[in-house]
């Protein structure tokens, strides 16, 4: 056995509020507003948007909790977690699995994710120097063409985003995590709602609402069910073991229903504020809102150009969107420190130092991907794309139903409404329904189904 793999952690969130805010920042991030706007984009607006909900709230939701409860009654990282409840349930050791990939695929998304946070630096940068006042659409997309072909400025942004990433893990959950996510996460929501409704007084409100409610299905494609699935995924930050992580520092008294409800409810609403900003200013402007991960980059300093005290709100934002972008990359990076820490016996800062340089260092494919699209392209698609689709499309939601799965139906403990916090006999009864069949069947058939030929 090793060194300290038997003892659980004794770190526990300070209150019940504080894993809510926690969860909050790891579920809202890019994903929100750099990711869905483009996908949804991508795949038409309206229908896949309706798709996407309906993923969030019979999927990924159950998931949620799912994976609450495995690290709460786990109290490890993702791989401590798992060989433990592997153990306590006497199922087949090959679960123990779930953990060591959910911590890889969470690695390979944290590298690509500090490299895009890293262009959210360099945006606030530019803000700061008044780069968008009474610039034009076209200024715009020239400005994001210039920085993603500069690989060397690509790697200072990234550099600087993923040291702000390994120190808030190496100050710990208490002195590094609950002091970020206190403050941050309410004023990035309140900023949010700030900015949809200065949009409303521009006049772009009406078209954003337009193209992302109104549904038009012939535009879905057996591709367009994955990316709603994964998008889900992603957003929510399931599948990877980061909630899992969140969940172990949880007293055991709070409610994991009412609690994933909340963080669910707070994503969708953020994604689908962000997705009417976005796409309130493609029509505004009559741009085309299937650029793929320039979007955002090339839309939102738009909503700042014609405006008195633009630069302020520009730079404030920009921060805004960096301060969601970094309490989201702490999530990802915080299992893998923990599993160093406890069975390697390595210190706290010291395995943040190890897992930020492998994320960096992978980080560099990304950046490779933009900078110099040609030479890294394999079978037509950049690393970025495969590492993408890879991790969150496909991994992610087959490690979120084996989540799902082993919670229902191996965990004996999770087979009564107390300890998922439900109260109401009939929440529970659909709740188990969910849980046991919906969500796995779903789950698997959106990932078969994506890799049919359309
Ligand atoms: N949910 C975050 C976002 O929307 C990203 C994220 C945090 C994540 N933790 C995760 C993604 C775990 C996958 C897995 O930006």
Same mark, same amino acid.
């Given at each position: 056995?090793?060194?300290s793999?038997?003892?659980?952690s004794?770190?526990r969130?300070?209150s019940?509020?504080a894993?809510?805010l926690?969860a909050?920042?790891s579920a809202v991030g890019?994903?929100?507003?750099w990711?869905?706007?483009?996908v949804a984009?991508?795949?038409?607006?309206?229908?896949f948007?309706l798709l996407?909900?309906?993923c969030?709230?019979l999927?990924g939701l159950?998931?949620f909790?799912?994976?609450?409860?495995?690290?709460?009654?786990g109290?490890?990282?993702?791989?401590?977690?798992?060989?433990?409840?592997?153990e306590e349930c006497?199922?087949?050791?090959r679960?123990?699995?779930?953990?060591?990939?959910?911590?890889?695929?969470?690695?390979?998304i944290?590298s690509y994710?500090?490299?895009?946070?890293?262009?959210?630096?360099?945006?606030?940068?530019?803000a700061a120097?008044?780069f968008?006042?009474?610039?034009a659409?076209s200024?715009?997309?020239?400005l994001?063409?210039?920085?993603?072909?500069?690989?060397?400025?690509?790697i200072?942004?990234?550099?600087?985003?993923?040291a702000?990433?390994?120190?808030?893990?190496?100050?710990?959950?208490?002195?590094?995590?609950?002091r970020l996510v206190?403050?941050?996460v309410p =004023?990035?929501?309140?900023?949010?709602?700030? /900015? %949809?409704v @200065?949009?409303? &007084?521009?006049?772009?409100? +009406?078209?954003? #609402?337009?193209?992302?409610f109104k549904p038009d299905?012939s535009?879905l494609t057996g591709?367009?069910?994955?990316?709603a699935?994964?998008q889900a995924?992603?957003?929510?930050?399931?599948?990877?073991?980061?909630?899992?992580?969140?969940?172990a520092?949880?007293?055991s008294?709070?409610?994991i229903?009412?609690?994933?409800?909340?963080?669910a =409810?707070m994503?969708?609403g953020?994604a689908? /504020? %962000?997705? @009417?900003?976005? &796409?309130?200013?493609?029509? +505004?402007?009559? #741009?085309?809102?299937?650029?793929?991960?320039g979007?955002?980059?090339?839309?939102?300093p738009?909503?700042f150009?014609q405006m008195?005290g633009a630069?302020?709100?520009?730079?404030?934002?920009?921060?805004?969107l960096?301060?969601a972008?970094w309490t989201s990359?702490?999530?990802?990076?915080?299992?893998?420190?923990?599993?160093?820490t406890?069975?390697f016996?390595?210190?706290r800062?010291?395995? %943040?130092?190890v897992?930020a340089?492998?994320?960096?260092? +992978?980080g560099l #494919?990304?950046?490779?991907?933009?900078?110099?699209?040609q030479?890294m392209?394999?079978?037509g698609?950049s690393p970025?794309?495969?590492?993408?689709?890879?991790a969150?499309n496909?991994?992610?939601p087959?490690?979120?139903?084996l989540?799902v799965?082993?919670?229902?139906?191996?965990l004996?403990a999770a087979?009564?409404?107390e300890?998922?916090?439900l109260?109401?006999p009939?929440?529970?009864r659909?709740?188990f329904?969910?849980?046991?069949y919906?969500?796995?069947?779903?789950?698997?058939?959106?990932?078969?189904?994506?890799?049919?030929?359309?």
């Amino acid at each position: 056995m090793l060194p300290s793999s038997n003892s659980s952690s004794s770190t526990r969130w300070s209150s019940r509020v504080a894993f809510i805010l926690a969860a909050t920042g790891s579920a809202v991030g890019l994903g929100n507003v750099w990711k869905f706007p483009y996908v949804a984009g991508e795949h038409g607006g309206g229908a896949f948007v309706l798709l996407y909900l309906l993923c969030v709230l019979l999927v990924g939701l159950p998931i949620f909790a799912a994976e609450i409860l495995l690290g709460r009654r786990g109290r490890r990282s993702p791989v401590g977690t798992m060989r433990r409840l592997v153990e306590e349930c006497g199922v087949f050791p090959r679960w123990r699995q779930v953990g060591w990939l959910g911590m890889a695929t969470g690695f390979v998304i944290l590298s690509y994710y500090s490299v895009i946070a890293g262009w959210i630096v360099a945006y606030v940068t530019y803000a700061a120097r008044g780069f968008f006042d009474g610039a034009a659409p076209s200024d715009i997309a020239a400005l994001f063409g210039e920085l993603t072909a500069d690989a060397g400025a690509m790697i200072l942004w990234h550099t600087i985003f993923m040291a702000l990433t390994y120190e808030v893990i190496a100050r710990g959950v208490g002195g590094g995590i609950e002091r970020l996510v206190k403050y941050f996460v309410p =004023l990035l929501i309140g900023l949010l709602i700030a /900015l %949809a409704v @200065v949009l409303a &007084f521009e006049g772009g409100l +009406l078209g954003g #609402l337009r193209y992302l409610f109104k549904p038009d299905f012939s535009q879905l494609t057996g591709a367009s069910v994955l990316a709603a699935m994964g998008q889900a995924f992603f957003s929510l930050g399931i599948g990877a073991g980061a909630i899992m992580m969140y969940g172990a520092y949880l007293s055991s008294a709070a409610s994991i229903a009412k609690t994933s409800a909340v963080v669910a =409810l707070m994503d969708t609403g953020v994604a689908l /504020l %962000a997705g @009417v900003v976005v &796409f309130g200013l493609v029509s +505004l402007f009559a #741009l085309d809102p299937a650029q793929g991960p320039g979007l955002v980059f090339k839309t939102l300093p738009l909503a700042f150009t014609q405006m008195t005290g633009a630069s302020y709100l520009a730079v404030m934002f920009f921060v805004l969107l960096l301060l969601a972008a970094w309490t989201s990359s702490i999530s990802i990076l915080e299992p893998s420190v923990v599993w160093l820490t406890e069975d390697f016996s390595m210190s706290r800062r010291a395995a %943040a130092s190890v897992m930020a340089l492998i994320g960096w260092a +992978l980080g560099l #494919l990304t950046i490779f991907s933009f900078s110099d699209p040609q030479t890294m392209s394999i079978f037509g698609y950049s690393p970025f794309e495969l590492l993408d689709f890879t991790a969150a499309n496909v991994m992610l939601p087959m490690l979120g139903m084996l989540v799902v799965v082993f919670a229902a139906w191996k965990l004996p403990a999770a087979r009564t409404p107390e300890i998922w916090g439900l109260r109401s006999p009939v929440v529970w009864r659909l709740w188990f329904y969910l849980t046991h069949y919906l969500c796995p069947v779903a789950a698997a058939a959106i990932l078969l189904h994506g890799f049919w030929p359309d």
